[in-house]
């Protein structure tokens, strides 16, 4: 079972860090305009990049990504055809809780341009307190190093451009080994008998039980679910024991089947050891898995192709 706790352990230790190397040359970390603070107020009616979760490639133990909090991602505008943000772009990333509530610091990107940061092309890094009211940290390449040198890794061919990631990012499978441990994961729903929405799939005419299974139990944000979720569910008989496939839902993102919101399904042989089916709304299963979810977006049924269970 997913645990969600430690991001603020770790945090602690980015925001340590980041004394330190201020401490080394303060008078760079001066910021040429008025409070940052002011700077992104109403952040949150900004465009979303990006709402995900789970580990990232690029960052290791920070910004709570090893502890099931949802990653959220806002920008004030988006970047030209080249890649490169206009001055006065402002980039806020947030955490969010599996109740979505927002958690810990805001770390934040400022595009200052002018004669600002010329080795890191006119940015700004700056990162508040916990509690979100005041400005812990701010300041140029060397003033938060540690900031600097994660991201100029977006600088490096496909994985983003102008010192920021790649954005909406892309989750993929390889293959069955990204969801066999899912007995592991927090289970969601547990049913019986027949459904309004499954009609005869998932072998409802057979009055199994349906376990539901998420790798993080984490709320739908902004409508969505974030980038990263998987959702398992099986079938088991009456005395308990596993039986027919796996269907699995996998939170892709990026520019995958945006017509189901970034949705992959799957569906496993009988025997569990061979994918069957996988694809977007039109292609898995020809189209049946997206034809029954597309039920979950009216009413109350649900949200973001996912049914309401209790």
């Not at 595009?111 to 701010?138: Q, V, Y």
């Not at 050891?273 to 299963?285: E, M, P, V, W």
């Not at 189209?287 to 049914?307: P, R």
């Amino acid at each position: 079972m997913k645990r969600f706790f430690g991001a603020f352990f770790v945090i602690g230790l980015i925001v340590a860090g980041s004394v330190a190397f201020q401490a080394c040359d303060s008078s760079s970390s001066t910021a040429p305009t008025g409070s940052i603070l002011d700077e992104i107020t109403g952040y949150q009616s900004w465009a979303v990049l990006d709402a995900v979760v789970g580990p990232d490639p690029f960052l290791a133990a920070a910004h709570g990504v090893n502890n099931g909090f949802v990653r959220v991602v806002y920008a004030s505008q988006g970047p030209d055809a080249n890649g490169t943000y206009p001055e006065g772009t402002i980039i806020v990333k947030e955490l969010r809780d599996a109740d979505g509530n927002v958690v810990g610091p805001l770390t934040i990107m400022l595009k200052r341009g002018s004669d600002f940061n010329p080795a890191g092309n006119g940015w700004e890094w700056a990162m508040t307190n916990d509690t979100r009211d005041s400005i812990a940290l701010h300041g140029d390449n060397q003033a938060m190093a540690l900031c600097a040198n994660c991201h100029t890794q977006a600088n490096a061919a496909g994985n983003g451009s102008d010192w920021v990631f790649k954005h909406p990012k892309e989750y993929t499978v390889d293959d069955m080994a990204a969801f066999l441990d899912f007995a592991n994961w927090e289970k969601v729903a547990e049913n019986f008998g027949p459904d309004p929405f499954l009609g005869q799939a998932h072998g409802v005419k057979d009055s199994l039980y349906r376990f539901v299974w998420m790798n993080y139990r984490v709320k739908a944000f902004d409508g969505k679910y974030p980038t990263g979720m998987i959702i398992v569910k099986e079938l088991k008989d009456r005395n308990g024991n596993s039986v027919g496939p796996l269907t699995v839902m996998v939170k892709r993102g990026g520019n995958f089947n945006p017509d189901g919101n970034g949705w992959e399904w799957f569906m496993t042989s009988p025997t569990r050891d061979t994918i069957i089916t996988r694809g977007d709304n039109s292609t898995a299963a020809n189209g049946i898995c997206a034809g029954c979810h597309s039920q979950a977006n009216t009413g109350d049924n649900g949200v973001d192709w996912v049914f309401t269970r209790p």
